[in-house]
């Protein structure tokens, strides 16, 4: 992971807001970002001087942006602009989203199209750097124009206002902090306020994080997916290669390969594969069909990453400087693009996590299970097992479908019906966000479950694979026995799915997994 972040006139990487968002990585800005910025800078000066008025640099803003405002009110225009934008209400957003959303505005500004000066790249970066991060609200961003009120709460930050949290956590105010930490606040000019908010910034950033994620629950959902299959007693020759590449979707390639490297050698499978010994003729669709699954939801990340990567190489303002020198409005700052894609993986998410409930409830009902004692208990009866375990799951995949519920499908408008339609970007990336919390405890007891599962057919052994994933849960919680306080050992299995363990765990066994 990168310690240090070069910003430049292009684009910053994935693993560049990662770096910086979640590792804490230090920023720095490149000499040809502060030669694009001075150029810039240079052609809004040029404006500032002229007797017509130009959007954001002599005139209000948006439903006011007809009056023109003499050269001496403009500092406090810019003031006023940051100020009553701030208006973000509600919880906290957490610290790793506002530094993805200020390195992806510091990115937008190192472009040189914006037309600010250096020196207000230079105190995002020292923000950045000196781990000190805007308190920023849930509530305030309608996704146009752009991430308003939370971009303004980190622009506030830089004129010596309102409230961050520094590198230890704790909330301060900013204008205590910044002087121990040798950063100068900024008294913005002409155009600077409205180019430090007019981004689609958080919604892109939590994109960002929330395909990172994805792609490593994805991996998850085809392990457990195949600890499932083999403590059912299911079938391994549906994932077939020849099977899958009659219907040639990428991602569902990817999952099936994934299930067969993932159960193979495993002695229980090998137990019923005679036919005359095993007379089931077809799994159930949660566990046949799970490439299907898995597989199109890799496929939906796929196009969302490509939303980000050209959204990663705009330059979102307006107005905004051309390279021949013009300023123009421009309608670039709209979230639909994002929002949508944002909405896809909430609807992937929950359908993922769904069929995830589906074969944890198979395990536990003696009917299905082929053989393994009701909800898997330890004495039925006296003891109640996972049963419970899968009420959260069920719980928390009913939440999802409800966030499942596209944001983007609506609108509101605001500023006087100026801004008369909206994209509902921020919202639907909260809205994911939960919902990958959601996703991610309920592939971790889908985990929890199949490794008792498993464990309960002993003498006979699962795949190598699977040995390896319950030997990383077991060194948090324990193995089959009596019932005992399950709520810690899920909050355990949570961590080991989080922060990519399990899925290291059986990598160490069958090599990088798709």
């Known amino acids: 992971m990168a310690i240090e972040v070069e910003i430049g006139t292009g684009p910053v990487s994935f693993d560049d807001v990662v770096a910086v968002a979640r590792h804490q990585a230090a920023v720095r800005l490149s000499d040809s970002a502060r030669s694009a910025m001075a150029a810039s800078r240079a052609v809004v000066q040029g404006l500032a001087a002229d007797t017509i008025p130009h959007y954001g640099v002599s005139t209000g803003f948006g439903a006011l942006a007809t009056r023109h405002i003499p050269a001496e009110s403009r500092t406090q225009l810019q003031r006023s602009l940051i ?7 509600g919880p906290e957003v957490e610290t790793e989203v506002v530094r993805a959303l200020m390195l992806l505005r510091l990115s937008t500004l190192a472009t040189g199209h914006t037309g600010v000066r250096p020196v207000i790249a230079d105190t995002y970066a020292a923000l950045l750097n000196a781990g000190l991060t805007p308190v920023v609200h849930e509530y305030g961003s309608l996704g146009c124009s752009g991430d308003l009120a939370p971009l303004a709460h980190c622009a506030l930050a830089i004129m010596g206002e309102g409230e961050l949290r520094d590198r230890y956590g704790v909330r301060r105010h900013t204008a205590d902090a910044l002087p121990e930490y040798g950063i100068e606040p900024v008294e913005l000019v002409e155009k600077e306020g409205l180019a430090l908010i007019n981004g689609t910034d958080g919604m892109l950033g939590m994109l960002i994080l929330a395909i990172t994620d994805l792609r490593r629950l994805l991996i998850t959902a ?21 099977l899958q590449r009659l219907r040639p979707h990428p991602g569902q390639s990817i999952s099936a390969g994934n299930l067969r490297r993932l159960m193979a050698d495993s002695p229980i499978r090998e137990s019923h594969r005679d036919p005359a010994a095993c007379t089931r003729v077809q799994d159930a669709y949660s566990l046949r069909c ?3 699954v898995n597989g199109a939801a890799r496929d939906t990340v796929d196009h969302a990453e490509t939303v980000a990567l050209r959204e990663l190489a705009s330059a979102i303002d307006n ?24 909405d896809f993986l909430a609807i992937v998410t929950a359908d993922v ?55 983007s499908a609506d609108s509101i408008p605001s500023s006087a019906m100026q801004e008369d339609h909206v ?32 464990e309960l057919r002993a003498p006979l052994d699962p795949s190598p694979a699977s040995r390896a994933v319950i030997s990383e849960l077991r060194k948090h919680t324990q193995g089959p026995g009596p019932d005992r306080f399950l709520a810690p050992e899920i909050e355990a299995a949570v961590s080991v799915v989080a922060e990519g363990r399990a899925v290291a765990a059986a990598q160490g066994v069958v090599g990088e997994l798709g």
Not at 222 to 238: K, P, Y
Not at 380 to 398: E, L, R
């Open 222 to 242: 085809d392990l457990a997916t195949s600890m499932s299959v083999e403590g059912l007693l299911g079938t391994d020759d549906v994932f077939a290669d020849d």
């Open 319 to 342: 107005p905004v400087v051309t390279d021949d020198g013009r300023v123009e409005s421009n309608g670039n700052f709209h979230g639909a693009p994002i929002a949508y894609v944002l």
């Open 83 to 89: 100020r009553s934008h701030a208006a973000g209400s």
């Open 423 to 454: 994209s509902m970007g921020w919202s639907a990336a909260r809205k994911l966000r939960r919902a990958i919390d959601g996703l991610t405890r309920v592939l971790a007891i889908e985990l929890l479950t199949a490794a008792r599962g498993l």
């Open 353 to 407: 996590a769904s069929m995830s409930e589906r074969r944890t409830d198979r395990f536990l009902d003696k009917a299905r299970s082929n053989g393994l004692p009701p909800f898997l208990a330890d004495d039925p009866g006296v003891d109640s097992g996972h049963m419970i375990a899968q009420y959260t799951q069920a719980a928390i995949v009913s939440e999802l479908k409800r966030l499942a519920n596209p944001a």
């Open 290 to 292: 799970a490439p299907q």
